[in-house]
């Protein structure tokens, strides 16, 4: 009798696999999760953003790409698009930044009081805004990357830091309530109802795309985020360059609170406060890794338009704002779980290895 | 894989014993300790609630008296309760505690004690200088506004007519359930005895109210009131009739829109009991008187400028012709009526509980050309707190004091001249008792 390759004879016993057996070779990826990758990633959320409007606009009857709709809601889009990009670099680098929120109140703080409300200062204000954002950034990554304690406390102390400084610096009460008119008037601009703050966040997002992979310090960065250990192998200054991600992430997400201040025109210490959970929503469902590597701006634009296109259904739906957080939570988990699926995690139970 | 010179270079730091571990091993433990330390002291910092007192004398005890004769007179008061309530109320209708409450408020204050009222107000515990026995606490559910900071000052500046209360003590949840608590806790272990309270949190907070009680304390909130409360947590409650309100609310609009149309109910938190019940009342009257005005949008705003937007941009989306808001804080709405002029819209009429000198503004820039509405508002409310500061040490003071004290609570049409430019946006509005001069000197702290 031939015996096929492979084949056992009969009444033989299966080999034992024994401590000498190569573990086996993982087969290759396969359907769904084999298409589940990088570029993929962003095609998915594109085509849910597109489902989402295209549902709302003739399905739900939200009226989205109304022109009156359109000019509500594409500020906050912009917003939500320039804090998120902050929050995509910060996960970048393997970290996360819960001081967004106390970043975005400090910064209204800042322009009411350093700008008297005046646009002669609004220059003055955005000097302090800067300085204040480069220090933030400096603090929280030479704390994250130099000492190497855990980004998640880190930056929930700073941000219980940056809180505790806004309310010393702006006092009980401020003589100011309104920025200054020429910031009022750029943050109310618009092209066919469409906000100049979502043309600024788009704007940011392509040159943070060619920043991150076409030009030499951008590549580094995204090097040195995606490994430390490789990047100091490969003769990077991987520490320097990660905490210059700090610093960059939390510019941008100045300028988004600026803007943002500009939008509310009377910012108060609560303007910060929506964007604790919503960012890393985004970046999630845009496809980036929470262990850090390359984030897509792209991804983080059409996590944006989809978190903020559902907030407005809710919205527009009467649903409720616990409603409204239920489902944040609900993507956010269920974008974890396409990444990790994507990746290749799976449902088994673990193997007991014979000794 | 050889490994050159410059590779070990490199890696040197990684690896234990080199010159860079002392980042990583050995230095963890200290950054951890430090970490911890500045996280504590952050607490404290950032902490509303006041530090022990050096000395024990902060325990309070029952007031023997309440202020001196009045010597204003009824004119005189009259014309405070119509600052007070922006409209026409007879000071004569007023329950008792809130007739005196304004008869002490209208007793002018010394120099000294202005400057007295200034410092307690920068500052979370000070003394009054009467040397009296009583401590007052300020329990702030959310005092990080305007409006909570002149209320602020609305109560200390009632407290000094009082030679009985030694020392204020002030606390500041910062919104957050579990630090209210704990300020109120903090107040019952300094032995304060005299609680007045703006409770954000409802029901949640009772349990801490009762054990202040218990351990001698009387407790009055105002403004916000706290559906059933038992006494034996919170003696005495200030306010308006929320119902009351609502139904008021909703003959306004009734008569503003002659009946019929739709209207949008704005409110704060979600599920804040203030908005259940004036929301339930306004659709009762609206039922009541007729039916024509129906309810087509309803959003939560977290009583917050962001939240306001989102409400009305939500509102903006649906394209529903609604012709009045509603709502009970008047500071967010200015991002309403932007939202809906950025929409290309003019805003619906809006009737608000409240004041806020930003939205006056608005309201009057707007009037004579094509983007005016119609504004109907209420005092600031500001005030109510000091017949809370009357109410408990009134009832310190052994007297018997109404476990409900119910203002009215008007809503007045807004006429120019309303605005007042040199004051900033926030400014709760002509309805506050703070003397100008301290307003200004406030403004510019």
């Not at chain 1, 096929?4 to 769904?32: C, M, N, V």
């Not at chain 2, 730091?13 to 571990?21: F, K, N, Q």
């Not at chain 2, 408020?105 to 009054?128: D, K």
Request: proline letters at 5%; hydrophobic letters at 45%.
């Amino acid at each position: 009798m031939n015996v096929s390759e492979g084949a056992l004879p009969a009444g033989a016993a299966p080999a034992d696999p024994g401590a000498d057996a190569a573990p086996p070779q993982r087969s290759p990826a396969r359907g769904l999760r084999a298409r589940l990758t990088g570029s993929n990633m962003l095609g998915v959320i594109v085509a849910a953003d597109v489902v989402l409007v295209l549902v709302s606009q003739f399905g739900l009857g939200t009226n989205l790409l109304d022109r009156s709709s359109l000019s509500t809601v594409t500020p906050l889009l912009g917003v939500l698009i320039l804090v998120s990009l902050a929050q995509g670099v910060a996960i970048g680098t393997g970290g996360i930044d819960l001081s967004i929120p106390a970043t975005i109140t400090l910064v209204g703080s800042i322009v009411l009081k350093a700008s008297g409300g005046t646009d002669a200062r609004l220059g003055w204000a955005i000097v302090v805004i800067a300085v204040a954002c480069v220090a933030i950034g400096l603090v929280n990554g030479a704390l994250v990357e130099a000492f190497r304690l855990n980004a998640l406390v880190v930056t929930l102390a700073t941000g219980q830091l940056i809180t505790g400084i806004t309310e010393l610096y702006q006092g009980p009460v401020l003589a100011t309530s309104n920025v200054p008119p020429a910031l009022a008037t750029l943050a109310a601009m618009s092209l066919g109802g469409v906000s100049i703050i979502l043309f600024i966040g788009v704007a940011f997002a392509i040159v943070l795309a060619l920043g991150l992979n076409v030009i030499v310090p951008g590549r580094k960065l995204v090097a040195a985020s995606a490994s430390g250990r490789a990047a100091i192998l490969a003769g990077l200054a991987a520490n320097r360059l990660r905490i210059g991600a700090w610093v960059v992430a939390t510019l941008i997400c100045g300028l988004g609170a600026l803007l943002l201040a500009g939008q509310v025109v009377t910012p108060d210490l609560t303007l910060g406060s929506p964007y604790l959970l919503s960012t890393v929503v985004v970046v999630v469902i845009g496809g980036a890794v929470l262990s850090g590597g390359r984030v897509s701006p792209a991804g983080v634009v059409a996590g944006a338009v989809f978190l903020t296109v559902l907030e407005q259904d809710l919205q527009v739906r009467d649903y409720s704002t616990a409603v409204s957080q239920i489902a944040q939570g609900v993507v956010l988990a269920l974008g974890l779980a396409a990444l990790g699926y994507a990746r290749g995690w799976r449902l088994s139970r673990p193997r007991l290895r014979r000794s | 894989m050889k490994v050159n010179a410059e590779t070990r270079r490199r890696t040197r730091g990684l690896a234990p014993g080199g010159p860079l571990s002392h980042l990583t091993a050995a230095w963890r433990p200290f950054t951890v300790v430090i970490g911890a330390a500045a996280l504590a002291l952050t607490a404290a910092a950032c902490s509303s609630s006041s530090s022990s007192p050096a000395s024990s004398s902060a325990a309070g005890g029952a007031g023997s008296s309440a202020p001196a004769a009045s010597t204003v007179s009824d004119a005189t008061v009259q014309k405070l309760v119509d600052q007070a309530f922006q409209a026409d109320v007879s000071l004569s209708s007023l329950p008792a505690t809130v007739q005196q409450a304004l008869r002490t408020a209208a007793e002018p204050l010394t120099q000294a004690q202005l400057s007295t009222a200034y410092t307690c107000w920068q500052n979370s515990t000070c003394s009054t200088g009467t040397g009296g026995s009583t401590t007052l606490g300020i329990a702030d559910g959310f005092g990080d506004n305007t409006w909570r900071q002149f209320t602020k000052m609305e109560i200390i500046l009632q407290a000094l007519h009082y030679k009985q209360v030694g020392k204020i003590i002030y606390t500041n949840a910062h919104g957050v359930l579990s630090q209210f608590q704990a300020n109120i806790r903090s107040l019952t272990a300094q032995g304060v005895k005299a609680i007045v309270t703006y409770d954000d949190f409802g029901a949640a907070a009772v349990p801490a109210f009762a054990a202040a009680q218990r351990e001698g304390a009387k407790v009055s909130s105002y403004v916000g009131g706290i559906p059933d409360a038992p006494t034996t947590a919170v003696a005495n409650q200030v306010s308006a009739n929320i119902c009351a309100a609502g139904t008021a609310m909703a003959d306004t609009t009734n008569t503003l829109l002659g009946g019929k149309g739709q209207v949008a109910f704005f409110n704060g938190t979600p599920g804040n009991p203030q908005g259940e019940v004036w929301n339930k009342c306004a659709e009762q009257e609206f039922k009541a008187q007729g039916g024509g005005i129906t309810v087509s949008y309803e959003a939560n705003t977290d009583w917050t400028p962001a939240g306001a937007q989102q409400a009305a941009a939500g509102l903006v989306s649906t394209g529903k012709p609604v012709k009045a808001i509603l709502y009970d804080y008047a500071d967010p709405l200015t991002q309403v009526v932007k939202a809906f002029e950025q929409a290309g819209r003019v805003s619906p009429a809006l009737v608000t509980w409240t004041s806020n000198n930003a939205l006056f503004g608005v309201w009057q820039q707007d009037q004579g050309t094509a983007k005016a509405f119609d504004l109907y508002y209420t005092n600031g409310l500001n005030w109510e707190s000091r017949v809370s500061v009357t109410a408990v040490l009134d009832m310190l003071a052994g007297q018997s004091v109404p476990a409900q004290l119910t203002v009215p609570m008007p809503f007045v049409k807004a006429v120019k001249g309303i605005y007042t430019a040199s004051l900033p946006g926030t400014y709760p509005g002509p309805s506050v008792l703070v003397p100008t001069a301290l307003v200004t000197k406030m403004l510019g702290s």
